[in-house]
């Protein structure tokens, strides 16, 4: 076989032994350079999947039972703008998405891409959203837990359980309250790459609505350029009043 060839049928995720051993034989440098790449590629995979099954270590115990449970998770707590997103997602137990994990982790793209396969994949989804009146109403804490109840509620199929990345959620559910949950629990991670993505999306669209905030960029928070617009325009209608140094601009109180 040609190199190219070679190169070709190494791209595969799994290869016949029996093929892998006769190009193993083979003393072309670049045969050979290849195969230690192929082997790298496979070492890496094979510690992904490890450590992806060993997030589902809290989810087993609940399948165990024949219950269903859901992983809940939030993203916007510390922006100066913009609402504040909850997700929940039941994951089925054959579900595969190698990638899946917390999402803070993840490069914007790589949660793009994943989002509508976890939408798919999933046995349901829900979202939460509260928005900046409510965090200055009651607080970034309640309004986020809010945020939470209604993730939940909002899913088709009611879990017999959840999952809760350090905080409890005030529904009528057993919890379990994990420190830096979405990095121990693939339906943690998959709530918050839901809860990121549909975030994100929210501060693309008004971005539009408010060009001179960059609200495409920082998605709300403090940056060197959020701040600048702040200072020469003063607060949109989507900013939390009550964060500093929003607060400071209209004499408000901090959040709690």
Not at 116 to 139: F, R, S, T, Y
Not at 170 to 189: C, F, M, R, T, Y
Not at 198 to 217: E, K, Q, V
């Amino acid at each position: 076989m040609k190199i190219n060839e070679i190169k070709d049928l190494l791209q595969a995720d799994s290869i016949d032994p029996a093929i892998l051993a006769e190009l193993a034989k083979d003393d072309r440098k670049g045969v050979q350079k290849l195969l230690v790449s192929y082997q790298r590629r496979q070492e890496k995979l094979a510690k992904q999947k490890e450590e992806f099954l060993g997030r589902f270590s809290y989810e087993k115990d609940f399948w165990a039972k024949g219950q269903l449970v859901g992983g809940v998770d939030e993203v916007g707590r510390g922006p100066l703008a913009g609402p504040v997103v909850a997700a929940a997602v039941i994951l089925p137990e054959d579900f595969s998405l190698l990638e899946v994990n917390d999402s803070k982790k993840l490069s914007p793209q790589k949660r793009l891409a994943l989002y509508p396969k976890i939408l798919q994949e999933a046995v349901a989804v829900g979202v939460g959203v509260m928005d900046n009146k409510v965090i200055d109403q009651i607080n970034i804490y309640e309004a986020d837990r809010l945020a939470m109840k209604q993730a939940v509620e909002a899913l088709s199929t009611r879990p017999d359980a959840l999952l809760v990345d350090a905080m409890n959620v005030p529904v009528d559910l057993p919890q379990l309250e994990l420190i830096k949950g979405d990095a121990k629990s693939n339906s943690i991670a998959a709530a918050s790459i839901v809860a990121k993505v549909f975030r994100d999306s929210l501060m693309d669209d008004y971005a539009r609505l408010y060009p001179d905030y960059a609200f495409d960029h920082n998605a709300g928070y403090g940056t060197k350029n959020h701040l600048e617009a702040l200072r020469k325009y003063g607060p949109t209608p989507i900013h939390r009043l009550t964060f500093s140094p929003v607060s400071e601009m209209v004499g408000l109180k901090k959040a709690d």
